[in-house]
């Protein structure tokens, strides 16, 4: 069981990592999800999920998310293209329908 939760632990500590540098690169560039949002075609709703990694970034919007946000590096660019985190936690949620 420890292990289990050693590697959700891990993968938080590079969603967080990952989402910090996104984050941060936003900010580097001085704007606002919505005038990234403008300048990609995206929505502003949709920018925000990018950056935080609960959504892909696909690859004909790269460019553009590039040129809205100069300072992505390749890597998190490639970090943004791949599918969001997804995890499991047993302590977080236990259906009792499940558990009966």
Known sequence: MEKAGGEVNSVSTVQSAV?????????????TFGQIATETGLTNVYVAQLLR???QLKPQTAAAFRAAVPSLTDELLSEMMAPPFRSYHPNLFQDPAIYR
């Open 53 to 55: 990694r609960q959504a």
């Open 19 to 31: 989402v910090a540098s996104l984050l941060a690169a936003k900010r580097a560039s001085g704007k």
